[in-house]
């Protein structure tokens, strides 16, 4: 399979080379799936570059969302696997808030999922008291924070405040292309990545604490 091929036509839009090729990707169950998703994410960026440039619109921004939503249904049966026993630690994940982009987020959910968590996904564009209120409610000690905007760190950081404030004994991971280890360091969040395997592994390892 030629993944640049991938990258460029899912940069370019063309929804029917993308799928068409993500459904070669599949035939064999997705041996290759994860290198169709790096793919897939590299287009995203093309489309990124390309409305910074100017020449994509908000239209194109919003084509892209749909078409990457769908690329993440073909793949997603073969990313997760699943490893589903044993009890079901809950946690919350959410989109920060001023941000709307779901599709990352929507993946970890998957992956998550798939590895054993109930996730209570609260959505997109988060107030930081609707976290610490369900965290309250249901008694959650691990909470996931999405963001793809620079903008999101901000928000970021008002949540970690604000279930700090809340005396609330939580564990925080933040995620998302604009978090970082000095970011994470600054916003006292005690986690953070980029890619929902490293998610998978911290919130395993600290759900076996709390175990
Ligand atoms: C599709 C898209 C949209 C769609 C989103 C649809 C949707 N349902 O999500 C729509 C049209 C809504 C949109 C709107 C806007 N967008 Co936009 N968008 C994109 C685009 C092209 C792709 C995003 C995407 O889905 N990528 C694919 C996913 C799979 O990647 P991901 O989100 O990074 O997630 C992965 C990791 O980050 C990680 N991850 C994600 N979440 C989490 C959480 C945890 C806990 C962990 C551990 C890991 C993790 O795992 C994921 C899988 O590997 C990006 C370009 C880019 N380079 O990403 C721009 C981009 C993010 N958008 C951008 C902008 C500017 C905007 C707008 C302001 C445009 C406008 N003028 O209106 C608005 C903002 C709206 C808002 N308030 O949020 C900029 C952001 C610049 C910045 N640094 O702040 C980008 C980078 C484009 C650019 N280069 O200019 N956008």
Not at 8 to 32: C, I, K, P
Not at 105 to 127: C, P, S, T, Y
Request: net charge negative.
């Amino acid at each position: 399979m030629d993944f640049e091929k991938l990258a460029q036509a899912m940069g370019d839009l063309d929804e029917d080379t993308v799928v068409e090729m993500l459904e070669a990707v599949m035939e064999d169950g997705g041996s290759e799936a994860d290198k169709a998703m790096e793919a897939c994410q590299k287009g995203m960026e093309l489309v990124g570059n390309l409305f910074e440039e100017g020449e994509y619109f908000v239209g194109d921004l919003i084509y892209a969302g749909e078409l990457m939503t769908q690329a993440v249904e073909i793949l997603t049966p073969a990313l997760v696997g699943s490893d589903s026993s044993g009890p079901k630690t809950k946690m919350i994940l959410c989109t920060v808030k001023d941000d709307l982009h779901d599709i990352g987020k929507n993946i970890v959910r998957a992956m998550l999922e798939a590895a054993g968590f109930d996730v209570v996904d609260l959505g997109i564009d988060v107030e930081p008291e609707k976290v610490v209120e369900v965290a309250k409610e249901q008694n959650i000690k691990i909470v996931a924070l999405s963001g793809v905007l620079t903008l999101a760190l901000d928000s970021m950081k008002d949540t970690v405040d604000a279930i700090r404030k809340a005396g609330l004994d939580c564990k925080i991971i933040i995620g998302g292309a604009p978090v970082s280890e000095e970011a994470c360091a600054a916003m006292g969040a005690d986690e953070w990545a980029h890619s929902p395997q490293k998610t998978i592994n911290v919130c395993k390892a600290w759900a076996a604490e709390l175990a």
